[in-house]
T-cell receptor, first 114, second 113 residues
Framework: DAGVIQSPRHEVTEMGQEVTLRCKPISGHDYLFWYRQTMMRGLELLIYFNNNVPIDDSGMPEDRFSAKMPNASFSTLKIQPSEPRDSAVYFC????????????FGSGTRLTVV | AQSVTQPDIHITVSEGASLELRCNYSYGATPYLFWYVQSPGQGLQLLLKYFSGDTLVQGIKGFEAEFKRSQSSFNLRKPSVHWSDAAEYFCAVEADSWGKLQFGAGTQVVVTP
């Protein structure tokens, strides 16, 4: 398995633009998580899905953020409009709860909003 | 609510010396505990996990961790560190029945020659 795949690896965008981050989880995993990592706030859970259904989105910072999981092999995190304070590394992770093996993380997307 | 505390933000250790990273948790039931490592520019990688049974668990890269219920701790150890162990280390506890993990703030490990 290729692991959790995130794209793009790096994204630089101007303030006000729409940004879409993509994630392909490990095949067969039933949970998908989106995290944001910054120096100031560490790792923050934004939202997670079980069997493509959002379970908890209480970590989504504001209405500018939205996430979807249209099928078991794809998820997106969208920021519209983007702001400089959204600059961070965004991680996607997936897991198979029954295995209790923890999460497998993607390599992350480094977002810079200028 | 479940929580995880890593008291040390930053640790410097000499290559070849032993390493111990502290982790304390707050959880009502028997916790599911994890240690992850993050190398620069990479995602988090699972080092080891504890669910039940033997309180000393072995992981990858020569790491081990010991679960101590009386101290609510799950400290990570390595007898002899290598320069490649320089990274950030995160302790995590399973925070709810859905399998959501609560991560600690992380400990940055610097290895000196």
């Amino acid at each position: 398995d290729a692991g959790v795949i995130q794209s793009p690896r790096h994204e630089v965008t101007e303030m006000g633009q729409e940004v879409t981050l993509r994630c392909k989880p490990i095949s067969g995993h039933d949970y998908l998580f989106w995290y944001r990592q910054t120096m100031m706030r560490g790792l923050e859970l934004l939202i997670y899905f079980n069997n493509n259904v959002p379970i908890d989105d209480s970590g989504m910072p504001e209405d500018r953020f939205s996430a979807k999981m249209p099928n078991a092999s794809f998820s997106t995190l969208k920021i519209q409009p983007s702001e400089p304070r959204d600059s961070a590394v965004y991680f996607c992770a997936s897991s198979l709860k029954i295995d209790r093996d923890g999460y497998t993380f993607g390599s992350g997307t480094r977002l810079t909003v200028v | 609510a479940q929580s995880v505390t890593q008291p040390d933000i930053h640790i410097t250790v000499s290559e070849g010396a032993s390493l111990e990273l502290r982790c304390n948790y707050s959880y009502g039931a028997t916790p599911y505990l994890f240690w992850y490592v993050q190398s620069p520019g990479q995602g988090l990688q699972l080092l080891l996990k504890y669910f039940s049974g033997d309180t000393l668990v072995q992981g990858i890269k020569g790491f081990e961790a010991e679960f101590k219920r009386s101290q609510s701790s799950f400290n990570l150890r390595k007898p002899s560190v290598h320069w490649s162990d320089a990274a950030e280390y995160f302790c995590a506890v399973e925070a709810d029945s859905w399998g959501k993990l609560q991560f600690g703030a992380g400990t940055q490990v610097v290895v000196t020659p």
